[in-house]
């Protein structure tokens, strides 16, 4: 049995390697999860997932993947065709939403338009009856920990985008939920006060240690983010990873070709048992098992060769169709030998090169990496 196979196996009992190889309890166990809104397509094919305590983790697919439809039924807005969802060992299908003690942002982080800030944010408080002095308290704390002390009076059409999000977030936040729920949070924002709000939640995450599940289309912010994302296909989930894995060893040629740029060649496993690519001949890599692969190379991975010992290397010729300047770095776009080619290299390392060109790309050969076709 592989690591791989071994980590399957007691993510299906719920269980996970802690840090001295004793086996700990998901905090949040997500099995088999269905959901079929027509009762005839799946919009949640049997997702599951175990999701440990303070972990803080990103759901990442495109649009119309099913992360919404997961969270909500997290949440208890949508009940599941089929499978379970245990928090600290509880089924919770039978809770109602507001006994689940868990805090959502909504897609469309709607605020209650004629109540002031203060009375949004209090508003869960007042729904599980806490004394008046109490929520009052508790709503300017919750205001002052994303930085709105001083709008506690302001209706939602007084304030920004941005405020109206921070809004949204104490709200989750105030009744100290078990589990935060942020769907695409800061999706309408701008660039610097999106970064701004990540940091801002990073912050919070830190200080208060609540179980995170943050909904993204954005795969950076997934990536710098979070402790683990689960990449979303088609009401699936593909890989469920720390982020560097989902970079650098994709589970699947989709969530290869979705998170970051790639270049994919395919493999082959020749008579003699070699591996073989297409345009390249014959590859010295370690073989996993099976006969065809989807080899993954990352673009920034390849470089301009410009003589030397081959040694590790592959090296092909490549004639550039198109030059993408980033400023920091250069696209080059091109091919050769029957492959289409895309390799990033440093803007200072491309001065002399130019569309037409004819140049040799070298990689490190143990930078390609093998999934199973
Ligand atoms: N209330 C609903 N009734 C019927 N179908 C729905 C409903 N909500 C979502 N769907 C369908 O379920 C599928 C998954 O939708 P979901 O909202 O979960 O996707 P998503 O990954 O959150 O997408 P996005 O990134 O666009 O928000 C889609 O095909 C969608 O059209
Ligand atoms: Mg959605």
């Not at 190379?297 to 081959?310: F, H, K, T």
């Not at 289409?340 to 930078?367: C, K, M, Y």
């Amino acid at each position: 049995m592989t690591a791989l196979d071994s980590r399957a196996n007691s993510a299906a009992r719920g269980m996970l390697a802690g840090e001295n190889g004793t086996m700990t309890k998901a905090y949040l166990e997500i099995r088999d999860l269905v959901k079929s809104y027509d009762g005839w397509q799946k919009a949640v094919r049997g997702i599951s997932l175990d999701i440990q305590k303070g972990e803080f983790v990103s759901f990442l697919g495109p649009s119309g993947s099913g992360k919404t439809t997961t969270l909500m039924m997290v949440a208890g807005f949508e009940k599941p065709t089929a499978g379970s969802i245990r928090l600290g060992g509880r089924e919770i299908a039978p809770v109602p939403p507001h006994q689940r003690n868990i805090g959502m942002v909504f897609q469309n982080y709607a605020l209650f338009p004629h109540m002031t800030a203060a009375e949004n944010v209090g508003f869960p408080l007042r729904m599980r009856k806490r004394p008046a002095a109490e929520i009052a308290k508790r709503a300017r704390d919750a205001l002052a920990m994303v930085g709105l002390a001083d709008f506690a009076g302001r209706q939602p059409r007084e304030l920004s985008g941005g405020q109206q999000q921070r809004v949204a977030l104490a709200r989750a936040l105030v009744f100290e939920p078990d589990v935060l729920l942020l769907d695409e949070p800061l999706g309408a924002l701008d660039k610097n006060l999106r970064e701004h709000m990540q940091v801002e939640i990073k912050r919070i995450h830190r200080e208060l240690g609540i179980t995170t599940i943050y909904v993204t289309h954005d795969q950076t912010e997934a990536m710098t983010m979070s402790d683990r994302i689960a990449v979303f296909s088609q009401g699936a989930v593909e890989q469920f990873a720390p982020p560097l894995d989902v970079y650098l060893r994709p589970a699947t040629r989709f969530v290869g070709g979705f998170v970051g740029d790639s270049n994919f060649l395919d493999v082959t496993r020749g008579t003699d048992g070699g591996l073989t690519a297409a345009g390249l001949g014959a590859l010295d890599l370690p073989a996993p098992e099976g006969d065809r692969f989807h080899g993954l190379i990352r673009p920034e991975a390849i470089g301009v060769w410009r003589g030397g010992e081959a040694g590790e290397h592959c090296i092909v010729s490549f004639t550039v169709e198109a030059l993408v300047n980033y400023g920091d770095s250069v696209l080059l776009i091109g091919g050769g030998h029957g492959l289409s080619l895309r390799a990033r290299i440093p803007f200072v390392q491309a001065t002399d090169i130019h569309e037409g060109n004819t140049l040799q790309l070298a990689w490190r050969r143990r930078d390609m990496h093998l999934i199973p076709a």
